[in-house]
Structure formats: C-alpha cells, structure tokens
C-alpha cells in the first residue's frame, strides 16, 4: 500500500500556509520529542513560524505563517479566541442528541504519562462544544467546537462525558487497562454482518480525530473578510464515517 503524504496543501499565499495534516507527524518540535519528523521542517527550505498546534495524533487543518507581522496577528487571534475551530470525532457510546457543554478545567502534563488531566482547583478554564452528527451501533459521530485551546482538550474532555474517541492511546478504552484498541470494525456496528471475522480488517486504527476546518479572523491590513479552511478527511476515517452512515440512516454535513 502506498504510504500517506505527512501533509497536503490547501490554502496558500503571501502571508500564510495552510496544510492538511495526516495523522502522525508533529505540528512542530516539543520536550517530548525535538528529533522526529515535523510539519515545520517539511515547509522548507523557507521558514515558516507556527501559529498553532494540533495533537501528532490527530489529522486536519493547521496554519503557519510566512512572516513576523502575520504571525503576531494570527497568535493574538487564536488566543483572543477569534478563530472558530471546528473537529470530527469518533467516538465510543450513543452521544446524546443535541448540544453537549464541557467546561472542565484541565492540567496539561498532569501525571507520570504527560497526560492532561481534569482538575478543579489547579486547572485552567477549558470548554468545547458538542454536537451529535449520528449515532451507527455504539459508536458516534460528534462535532468538537472548542472555544479555548489546551492540550488535549477535546480528547479529555470527551472521555471525562465517558464518550472517549476510539483508538485513543492516552485517554480511550483500552487504554485504561493498559491495552491497546485494535480498531474499529465493520462487524462491530453493521447488523446482519456476514464477513469472516479472522480476515476483517479495521476500517480506523489510529485516533478518531481530524480537525476539520478552521475560520480565520482578516490577519491583513487590507480589511479582507475571514478565511475559512476546510481540510478534507482522511481516506480511513472518511472510509469509517462512510459506512456510519448508511448503518445508522445520517448525513455528514458539508464542512
């Protein structure tokens, strides 16, 4: 099988790169990690300046600046909270209909495995919006739309609903003992399944979670209107969602 491209551009100009980030490369280095194969780092031989960071584990739309001026403008955005931020995520259980609030506050790097945790004394404020796609057997698809941006955040605060993303190996399900997910399966949603289960392979093995677009705030000094970036799934997750909908009868709305 021919490897995925670390990323795919989708929006470009004089000021800023916008990319579709696949799933397991890192936005940029950190503490954790300063040697592996970053986004920052393929953008060259120019250098770009990183406004803001998405998991190595999730996919999706992340912005980078070309210059200084851009990128003070872009980084008081984001954290003005200027920027609406929008994810996909599969989850684990029959998210209730509607929208869901979380407001937990959160402590990254808050125990032995660099975990963000929940708590209510030392944390900071954090909340994200949900809002249920559709429901196929006891798996969910949900939009994320945190409103600030801690580590983690959507991933912690949807296993604290008791709704983890699937294939999450710091929050999810398996996880918690210890384990390792293998994946989400057909046969685990889709009635009346009729494969044979030593040959199924997983349709999604890595983290559920993609942002999906982002809308920018005018970052020039033209008086331009806001930029929406939209980042297209995955062929994985859209190969699961796909088939979410025809088992539970919805539609994912256009991005």
């Known amino acids: 099988m021919k490897p995925t491209a670390p990323f795919s551009i989708i929006y470009e100009d004089d000021s800023l790169i916008a990319v579709n980030k696949a799933a397991g490369i890192a936005v940029g280095g950190d503490r954790w990690d300063e040697a592996g194969e970053r986004l920052d780092k393929l953008l060259g031989p120019a250098r770009v300046f990183t406004v803001h960071r998405i998991d190595r584990d999730t996919s999706g739309a992340v912005v980078f600046a070309k210059d200084a001026e851009t990128h003070t403008r872009l980084c008081a955005a984001f954290e003005g909270r200027q920027v609406v931020k929008g994810y996909l995520a599969v989850v684990h259980g029959r998210f ?3 929208e869901t609030v979380c407001d937990l506050p ?9 975990r963000t945790i929940v708590d209510k004394y030392r944390g900071k404020k954090a909340l ?23 580590t983690h955040q959507i991933r912690v605060h949807l296993a604290s609903l008791g709704r983890p993303i699937v294939c999450d190996p710091l929050y999810g399900v398996a996880a918690r003992r210890g384990q390792t997910e293998k994946g989400v399966f057909l046969s685990s949603f889709k009635k009346g399944w009729r494969g044979e289960p030593l040959k199924e392979q997983p349709l999604l093995s890595r983290l559920g979670l993609h942002a999906r677009y982002l809308t920018l705030p005018d970052y020039s000094r033209g008086g331009a209107s806001p930029l929406r970036l939209s980042a297209p799934l995955a062929r994985d997750m859209a190969a699961l969602i796909k088939q979410m909908e025809k088992c539970g009868g919805f539609t994912l709305p256009a991005s």
């Open 128 to 150: 994200t919006r949900f809002r249920l796609v559709g429901n196929a057997g006891n798996y969910s698809v949900v939009e994320a739309l945190p409103e600030t941006g801690r």
């Open 106 to 114: 959160l402590v990254p790097d808050g125990d032995k495995q660099h």
């Open 96 to 98: 209730p209909p509607g």
